[in-house]
Structure formats: C-alpha cells, structure tokens
C-alpha cells in the first residue's frame, strides 16, 4: 500500500526535493548516488505528471544538478567531521525526507533528524527510525530540542536548503546558542546572496505574502558577516557548484559548468562551515 500525499499539504512540500534527487541520481548517475529518494518516489502515491513534465526542461536539469551538488557536498563535510569524531551526533536540521545522515553512516555514530511534527509523522512512515537513529519533531527556533541530542562524541549539524526561508536574526540567534550549546562541534549549511534569496524565494514570499525580503538570511560575504556575529565562530565557505567538484564529467554540459561558476561567482552560492570554538 503507497503512502498517499495530498496536494496543497505540508507533506507535498516534501515531495519537489525528493523528486530532485531521484531526477539527480538518474540524469547524474556518475556524480549522485541516491537509492533512498529513488525508492522513496515509487512507495509514495502522489501525481508526479506536473513535475514529470517540467523535468525535462534546461534550467529544471540544471536544479537537479544544484541539488545534487549540495547534497554531495553537505555529505563531504560529515564525513570530514566523522574522520576526527567517530562517535559524533550527525543532525540533520530540517531533514523532509533525506537520507544524507545514513549515507554518511560510519557505524558508530548517532543519527537525528529534525524538522516540524507533520513532517516527521511522514516520515515516520516512509523512512522509520533505525538503530542509532531518532527522528525528533520540532520548531528548530525553539531550542529545547538540544536536549535531546548527545554530543558526548562531538556533533556535525548540517541544513540543506533550510536557512533561506529563517529570518537574518532567527539564524544569528540559533547559531549562537549552537556555539553556546555545543563546543568543538561544526555546523554547515548552504547559502546564496540577496539576489539570490530574492529569485529563490519569490513565488513563496508572494504566496505567502510577506513584504520584506531583505530581512531574509543571505550572505555575500561570510567570514565578514557570520564572523561579526560571535567571536566563538570559526568560518570558511566554498562555492557550492564548483568548490568541492570540478564538474568535468561528460554528463555535465559546457553551459552547465558555465550556469555553475555564474551560480557560485555572481550569486555568492555556497556552503558556509562554521566550527564552534571549544571551551577548555
């Protein structure tokens, strides 16, 4: 029996990202590997016809290769984490219904997965919690929800396309009592500039009519802007198209690269990094 998601509800919000990573993982197969999202589209009764029909379109192929160059590189700094913290906590904010955290799994450290109640309860039931695993309801404004996660080996945070849709002084706020919360651990997210934000968030910002766009968390410059806000935060960002990947695959086209270094130059696209000062 397929899990039935309906249209205009919070859980078909969960559905245009899962699709992308399956799109990535076929159209991407030498760069993108995503077993879970491909068997996830299948276990869900949902019309994929709309999207079906847009994927086949050049700038929705250039999405999909977004998404799976985020995801690779989010992986890419867990693993790098785990290397030096075998143990640690891997807590995935925002999660919908991505798997980054089990393929990173090293067999010895602890999984979470965070995001709001009606999220998880779908989640619940497409991807159950495993051993080492809990997938935890929550507002991730209200940080009561540090509590529940042991960092006793340390921990690496990461958000996939989550922050563009906090306020500037919402994610100031979080990481500070992040830095308070959890010395010694990392957090990494991606980010784009205003102008990005601005283009990113337009159909959203209309629907749900909201004025002021510029309060919105963008970056341009992160070690200037994120490194202002606490003298405990240790910052680096890379482009997030071409700063962990060169691209130079045969199923990535000269325009695509080319769509890469104008997404990671003028749009300031990138995966920020920020390491928690330990306390001693």
């Known amino acids: 029996m ?8 919070v859980q078909e919000t969960l559905i245009i990202p899962l699709y992308a990573r399956k799109m990535c993982a076929e159209v991407y197969p030498s760069l993108y590997r995503d077993e879970t999202a491909l068997r996830l589209v299948n ?10 029909k847009k994927s086949h379109r050049l700038m929705q192929r250039f999405g999909f290769l977004e998404v799976a160059m ?48 009606d999220v998880i309860a779908v989640r619940n039931e497409l991807l159950p919690a495993r051993d080492r695993e809990k997938n935890i ?30 306020l500037k002084e919402q994610v ?14 990392v957090l990494a997210f991606d980010a784009a500039n205003e102008k990005a934000v601005k283009l990113m968030l337009k159909t959203w910002l209309k629907d749900a009519e909201i004025k002021d766009v510029g309060a919105y968390f963008a970056v341009s410059d992160a070690k200037r802007e994120i490194g202002a806000w606490d003298s405990r935060l240790h910052i680096a960002s890379r ?6 990947h060169d ?11 080319f769509l890469a270094r104008v997404g990671d130059g003028v749009m300031n696209m990138q995966i920020v990094k920020i390491g928690f000062e330990q306390t001693i």
């Open 2 to 9: 397929n899990y039935k998601i309906e249209k205009n509800t």
């Open 43 to 52: 276990a869900v009764d949902y019309n994929f016809s709309a999207l079906q």
């Open 70 to 117: 985020r995801q690779n590189d989010l992986a890419f700094e867990v693993r790098e984490y785990l290397k030096s913290h075998p143990n640690a906590a891997v807590v995935n904010l925002g999660c919908g219904l991505d798997s980054t955290g089990r393929a990173c799994d090293n067999g010895k450290c602890k999984l979470y997965n965070l995001d709001f109640p």
């Open 137 to 166: 309801p929550c507002d991730l404004n209200d940080t009561s929800w540090f509590e529940r996660i042991d960092a006793s080996g340390g921990a690496v945070f990461f958000a996939a396309g989550v922050f563009y849709y906090f």
């Open 172 to 185: 100031k706020t979080l990481v500070r009592a992040m830095a308070d919360a959890f010395p010694g651990a």
């Open 239 to 244: 482009g997030y198209m071409l700063g962990y």
């Open 247 to 257: 691209l130079k695959d045969p199923s990535v086209s000269g325009f695509f690269r």
